[in-house]
């Protein structure tokens, strides 16, 4: 029974930083805007560190089960 709120939250962090990892690369790809009104290299390194870390608390929810 306690592994599945980790389950739950493995997959929400990884579909978010997956997603957002996506999105930032072809955001930076197409030579567009990560975020209005920001620097593009700011805005998306910023992005691009929020989804691997986003990724890697997902690696580590289902390292816990």
């Excluded at 709120?5 to 579909?15: C, E, R, T, Y």
């Excluded at 930083?17 to 197409?30: E, S």
């Excluded at 805005?43 to 690696?59: E, R």
Aim: charged share 15%.
């Amino acid at each position: 029974m306690e592994s599945e709120p980790a389950i739950f939250a493995g997959a929400v962090f990884s579909l978010f930083g997956g997603g957002l990892l996506a999105w930032t690369v072809a955001r930076v790809r197409q030579d567009r805007p990560v975020a209005d009104g920001v620097r593009p290299v700011a805005s998306a390194t910023l992005a691009g560190a929020v989804a691997v870390l986003a990724l890697a608390a997902g690696t580590w929810c289902f390292t816990r089960l």
